[in-house]
């Protein structure tokens, strides 16, 4: 009975997303567990054999520290390699138009409520570092709701924004993946 559910919740299979299927259930199960097993130093490289354990309490009270007046976000890294980063990050302000060449993005809202913005052309376009270019705004984008429990997923290449409504916050799990 658990395998017609899941079965219900799948994608179309076809040869353009059998990849993407793989990937975002493969994403979807480790966000889901993150801040359960959340890592007390950020997993490099140079350091991706052992188990870290990091308290909720200390990720929350990281998170607070980074949220200063002037701070767009805060964010507690768990891991950072060079295939895969996963982080926990909460934001109280607007980002700047973004696009990462190489980096797909996958979001799990945590709380709080903001709206992205993806697609379309970034206003204002300059490279910031190799692979990495930022913007004003977005023109043209496609403009969706950010909830708790929602999931997001952002191919690399795409223009995407952040929008936060003045004294809201969003809190989310950032998993990204190097294509």
Known sequence: MAARRLAALEWPRTKGNRAMLKLSFVTVLLLGGASALALAQPITAGNDKAVRHLDGKAIQAQIAKGLTP????????????????????????SGEAEVHDDWTDNLVVQEGEATLIAGGTVAGAKTTAPGEHRGTSITGGTAMLMRPGDYFLIPAGTPHQMIVTPGKRVKFLAFKTKK
């Open 70 to 93: 002037d701070a767009v976000y805060s964010e507690v890294v768990f891991t950072r390699t060079d295939s895969f980063r996963v982080m926990n990050t909460a934001r109280e302000k």
